[in-house]
């Protein structure tokens, strides 16, 4: 059974960053899409960035292309978000997600594709 667990996340002022990583375990095939979603209250969960593990590709959505960067540390099964220049319509609940297979264009589209989450943690960035 795949788990994952966040941590980072937290408050900083527009223009600030913030780093968040996401743990897994159990994850035993050699391609997966780990990927970074955001849920703003009332809102539908939007796609952030993911990265293949097969290779290191890795998608982004286009407001925060130039912002943030996804990485991977394929031995720990350990993806960071780095996140520059944040702005206040960035403050959501971020959640780590993990699709098998590699990550396509339309992954960051496709919510649903994603079986495993973890429990979310809280970006607030204030103006």
């Known amino acids: 059974q795949v788990q994952l667990v966040e941590y980072g996340g937290g408050s900083v002022e527009a223009g600030g960053s913030l780093r968040l990583s996401c743990a897994g375990s159990?994850?035993?095939?050699?391609?997966?899409?780990m990927a970074w979603f955001l849920q703003g209250p009332g809102n539908a969960r939007q796609g952030v960035a993911g990265?293949?593990?097969?290779?290191?590709?890795?998608v982004y959505a286009d407001s925060v292309k130039g912002r943030f960067t996804i990485s991977q540390d394929n031995a720990e099964k350990r993806v960071t978000l780095q996140m520059d220049s944040l702005k206040p319509e960035d403050t959501a609940r971020y959640y780590c997600?993990?699709?098998?297979?590699?990550?396509?264009?339309?992954?960051?589209?496709?919510?649903?594709?994603?079986?495993?989450w973890g429990q979310g943690t809280q970006v607030t960035v204030s103006s």
């Open positions: 997600a993990v699709d098998a297979g590699d990550c396509l264009t339309s992954s960051l589209n496709r919510p649903n594709w994603f079986i495993y």
């Open positions: 159990g994850m035993t095939r050699t391609h997966y899409c």
């Open positions: 990265i293949s593990t097969s290779d290191g590709d890795t």
